[in-house]
């Protein structure tokens, strides 16, 4: 099986792309700055901030509305274990939404 004048061309084109490779800090680089968009950021901070002060909003007046259910109910999580639990993930939200708003 012998090699068409088509096929030695062909070759003759990939073996000069087959030179040394791009340094991998170049690649990285190049990758990083091609990484995210402003509007992707906006979209991300917005989303993450606003979860987080619904989560704090919501949580915080459900815990308003059932709170003589949950006092009755006998459980070992108290309010204010359960407050601190809605700020935290509220405030989790949050610091995301900073971080994806600058990092």
């Not at 968009?37 to 459900?62: D, K, P």
């Amino acid at each position: 099986m012998s090699k068409s004048p088509q096929d030695s061309d062909i070759y003759a084109q990939l073996a000069a792309r087959d030179t040394q490779p791009e340094p991998l800090k170049k690649v990285i680089a190049r990758e990083q700055a091609n990484y995210d968009c402003l509007s992707c950021r906006v979209m991300g901070a917005t989303a993450f901030g606003a979860l987080g002060a619904y989560t704090y909003w919501s949580g915080h007046r459900e815990l308003r509305t059932r709170e003589q259910e949950i006092l009755r109910s006998g459980s070992k999580l108290t309010m204010s274990a359960r407050r601190l639990g809605i700020t935290g993930l509220s405030g989790m939200l949050m610091g995301l939404g900073l971080w994806r708003a600058f990092m």
